[in-house]
């Protein structure tokens, strides 16, 4: 998937300018930037969920050429927010993913019960599938959601915050069948995180955002340098690289208490994107 020179605004205010990005096959591509940098945006501007002025190319194909259909059954989004629907159980919500896969009228199609059986064996739901959606916990529902992307089987996968709101055992676990869509079903993948450190192990490649901007793209190693990441997020942060070669990444905040300093603390970087 490519874009090239992709706007955005709302009204007159420009959110994104000129961006330009490529995702690869069977590779994860990290989007990040401070809070209203415009990530979120240029995910909906690709995905036609806001409208947008240059071209989206999606294997050649430029999708203003596709139909509503065509288009969505080369490409899904998980937004960062979906009404729960009441009354339907896991299964039920899954199958919704079938929909520009169906005839006009009909409700099944030739591939659904294995696109559907797929995707909840995926995002490992089958002891869920039967419990309405209306009892899960937030992240067994974003794990619904995401199996209700992959039962579109689409080649593209855009993931907006997908980590928002779960605790740390949940991220992990999405964030693993992410990479693994990646690496063993060969998806073309980009997510937003808020998370600079999991955006650092779970990408390829890191595109960073400011103000509207793409500011820098390529490997984690080569985008989140400490000076840049220090600029760009207003604190200061330190990066470093472990024995094993994954990335640590931390901000650096003084402390004060009862109006005395007190020495400089490292806290992780759970930085809002």
């Known amino acids: 998937m490519r874009t090239e020179s992709v706007s955005v605004s709302y009204g007159a205010a420009a959110v994104v300018v000129d961006a330009n990005i490529e995702l690869s096959p ?9 809070n209203g940098s415009g990530k979120s945006t240029l995910l909906r501007g690709i995905s036609r969920l806001a409208d947008s002025t240059g071209t989206v190319t999606l294997d050649g194909v430029d999708t ?51 696109a559907v059986e797929r995707a909840i064996a995926l995002t490992g739901l089958d002891p869920l599938r039967d ?7 937030g992240g067994q529902l974003q794990r619904v959601w995401l199996a209700t992307c992959l039962a579109q089987q689409t080649d593209v996968l855009l993931l907006d915050e997908p980590t ?19 690496d063993d079903h ?5 997510v937003v995180l808020h998370d600079l450190e999991q955006a650092a192990d779970i990408a390829d490649q890191v595109i960073l955002v400011s103000e509207g901007r793409i500011v820098a793209k390529g490997t984690p ?11 760009i997020f207003g ?25 005395h300093r007190v020495e400089d603390r490292v806290e992780p970087v759970l930085l809002s994107a």
């Open 26 to 34: 069977g590779g994860v591509t990290a989007l990040i930037g401070p």
């Open 64 to 114: 203003a050429e596709l139909s509503p259909r065509a288009f969505a059954k080369r490409l899904t989004v998980l937004a960062q927010q979906r009404p729960t629907p009441g009354g339907l159980t896991v299964t039920e919500v899954v199958e919704l993913g079938r929909h520009p896969h169906r005839r006009r009228f009909s409700r099944v199609d030739a591939g659904s019960h294995r």
């Open 131 to 137: 419990r309405p959606v209306t009892e899960l916990s």
């Open 164 to 182: 928002t709101f779960l605790d740390l055992k949940h991220q992990m676990s999405l964030l693993d069948v992410i990479r693994d869509l990646a």
């Open 186 to 190: 060969g998806l073309t993948i980009g």
């Open 221 to 231: 190693a080569e985008v989140m340098t400490a000076e840049r990441l220090t600029k």
């Open 235 to 259: 604190v200061t942060i330190d990066v470093a690289s472990t024995p094993s070669g994954d990335m640590t990444v931390r901000a650096r905040r003084s402390g004060r208490r009862l109006g």
